[in-house]
């Protein structure tokens, strides 16, 4: 591959591919009826979004915004699972009426339900209930284990199903002559991301299922997988798990089993590739600057561990070995400090520092802080590269603003 300027993220196809192929296996093999959707929020990068639209996957949004993007991109409003606390009424109507998946979240949702039922009355509606339960009581052992993995009270999107209030949104729906519930959602980001966890979600949509007699057209199991890990659960233990408790009571021919996974998709592929520019030497400390930044993998600053290799300019074995060494950020905040080395060959200008895993979802989570948005080049199975995003300059940044008034 050609040298690019730096900072950049990479993906590379061959292993973008491979997760898919994991995916679609794992879905395929374990289930047969399927449909895979992609967490626009989690990586919207244009391309990306491209790519999977002709893998098949369906795009899972959760604002008008992302849906517009899909809808430009190509998605049609039936290849839309719409999801999130926060809809659009418009979005909302247009989905349903062409048949795209609708996970209700919100109570304002129910009121929309009973509006547009009573305005198409000759239209049938299959709308789906985001599932909120107690995942802590349901894991126990896990619970005790890794205690932050769950909210102490437990997440705050859906239906709480302890207190009934699932209940009510069900026979709410249910009341209404031309609304079948579909459909149960039951997305759960724990921090352990163990394949544990979804076999007790999907334990817990046959025992909703069968609690409120609901013939289900699909179960949604969300995303929070790991992906691109070898020392981790892939797709095929999760949905080997998932699907061992789905079928004591599902028929694949009937209910269709869905997934929106994120991160765990895009991990594998991603690297973000930066340049020593600088070394400092202060109080027996070096500090070496690069041109990325932890804004650009980390933006809530609250990581410590970021998987890299290194590839050098010159030759390491004339260099000396340096007791501590900071690899430092391009921005000119002090927190801007991603990891120590200790004890290892020094870094000269010139070596890359090569994040690996790392961009899935900051590539478009990055914040527009002194630096734009880095570039994204695709490293292409023929070894080709192709530029999915130029890096913003300040052409991008001012659109949209005015300053000269009058
Ligand atoms: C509803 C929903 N689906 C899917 C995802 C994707 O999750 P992940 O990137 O962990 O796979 C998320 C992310 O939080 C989500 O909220």
Request: hydrophobic share 35%; glycine share 6%.
């Amino acid at each position: 591959m050609k040298q690019l300027q730096t900072p950049f993220f990479r993906i590379k196809e061959k292993d973008l591919r491979y997760d898919i192929e994991l995916l679609k296996e794992a879905l395929s093999r374990n289930w047969g009826n399927y449909i895979a959707a992609y967490s626009v929020k989690t990586n919207s990068l244009p391309w990306l979004l491209t790519y999977l639209k002709e893998q098949g996957f369906y795009a899972e949004v959760v604002s008008r915004t992302e849906y517009d993007l899909a809808l430009r991109l190509g998605f049609s409003s039936k290849q839309i699972i719409y999801n999130g606390p926060i809809k659009d009424k418009k979005v909302f109507e247009t989905v349903l009426l062409a048949g795209g998946y609708i996970n209700l979240d919100s109570n304002y949702e129910l009121q929309w339900m009973e509006e547009l039922s009573t305005l198409y009355p000759n239209r049938h509606f299959r709308i789906g209930l985001r599932v909120n339960c107690d995942l802590a009581s349901l894991c126990p052992q896990e619970a005790m284990s890794s205690k932050e993995s769950f909210p102490l009270e437990g997440g705050r999107f859906g239906y709480c199903y302890e207190n009934g209030v699932l209940e009510t949104a069900i026979r709410r729906l249910s009341s209404l002559s031309n609304v079948w519930v579909s459909g149960l959602h039951l997305h759960s980001s724990t921090q352990s991301r163990s394949v544990q966890v979804f076999g007790a979600l999907a334990k817990m949509a046959v025992k909703i299922a069968k609690e409120y007699e609901l013939s289900l057209d699909y179960v949604d199991m969300g995303g929070g997988y790991f992906g691109g890990r070898d020392d981790m659960p892939d797709y095929r233990d999760y949905f080997r798990e998932i699907c061992r408790e789905l079928s004591a009571h599902f028929d694949p021919q009937k209910t269709i089993l869905i997934a929106e996974p994120g991160v765990s998709l895009i991990s594998r592929a991603s690297t973000f590739e930066t340049t020593v520019i600088d070394v400092k030497d202060i109080r027996g400390r070096k500090f070496v600057v690069t041109d990325g930044s932890r804004t650009n993998l980390n933006p809530l600053v609250t990581r410590h561990v970021y998987p890299h290799h290194m590839e050098y300019i010159s030759d390491t074995s004339v260099r000396n070995s340096v007791p501590d060494q900071w690899i430092c950020g391009a921005t000119c905040m002090e927190y801007d400090k991603l990891f120590e080395i200790t004890d290892e060959v020094e870094l000269l200008p010139g070596d890359k520092i090569i994040y690996d895993t790392a961009g899935g979802y900051t590539m478009c989570l990055n914040p527009l802080f002194i630096n734009y948005f880095p570039a994204v080049y695709i490293e292409r199975e023929d070894g080709s590269v192709f530029t999915a995003r130029d890096p913003w300059t300040n052409e991008e940044f001012l659109q949209k603003n005015h300053w000269i008034e009058g």
